[in-house]
């Protein structure tokens, strides 16, 4: 939210005093054009590496188990970190520390954790990021040697709902209680 930054946040709330209202309009519409960017560039990704892959006899139709998933999963990666971001920016108020926040906290923790702990995969798991991974990765049956304390794929769907929901309800909290 640049608007903190810029002072345009007080023209929002002259204009939209009812606060507990602007932030989840905002969160609509931020949701909506990130999907709408989230679909396109995860299909013209899918269509340009299927290209690339099936001049290699590698390619994988779209048909194929866990292309679906992946596709959506890639598609909601966009507006669950840009609502996250959002949130994050209306409880931090300044932009500059707002994108490092957002950076670290979805780019940059995850590594941080393993999953060779259960502790540790624990706090990974719960990573948007890391659902990510999970919902995109189509592992079949391999040996359990490599699959030490994997996430679940409804637990990464939770993740993806979860980290956006809370978000924003922070944020309303915080646009409702603070002072502009």
Same mark, same amino acid.
Request: net charge neutral; proline share 4%; aromatic share 14%.
């Given at each position: 939210m640049s608007e903190y930054g810029s002072g345009l946040i007080r023209t929002t709330m002259v204009a939209v005093p009812a606060r507990q209202v602007v932030v989840p $309009?905002?969160?609509v519409v931020l949701?909506?054009?990130?999907?709408?960017v989230g679909t396109v560039i995860s299909q013209a990704a899918?269509?340009?590496s299927q290209a690339v892959l099936d001049g290699r006899h590698a390619g994988v139709p779209l048909t194929h188990p866990g292309v679906a998933r992946a596709l959506v999963a890639s598609a909601l990666l966009a507006p669950a970190c840009a609502l996250v971001g959002m949130g994050l920016g209306a409880l931090i108020r300044h932009t500059a520390?707002?994108? $490092?926040a957002t950076l670290f906290t979805l780019v940059m923790l995850p590594p941080l954790f393993s999953t060779s702990r259960q502790w540790s995969a624990a706090v990974k798991h719960v990573m948007v990021v890391s659902a990510w991974k999970r919902l995109v990765?189509?592992?079949?049956?391999?040996?359990d040697i490599n699959r030490v304390h994997d996430a679940t794929v409804p637990g990464s769907w939770a993740v993806y709902a979860v980290w956006p929901l809370v978000a924003v309800a922070l944020a309303v909290v915080v646009v409702r209680r603070r002072d502009v």
């Open positions: $309009a905002k969160a949701a909506a054009v990130w999907t709408a899918f269509l340009v520390g707002s994108v $490092a990765q189509n592992w079949g049956d391999l040996p």
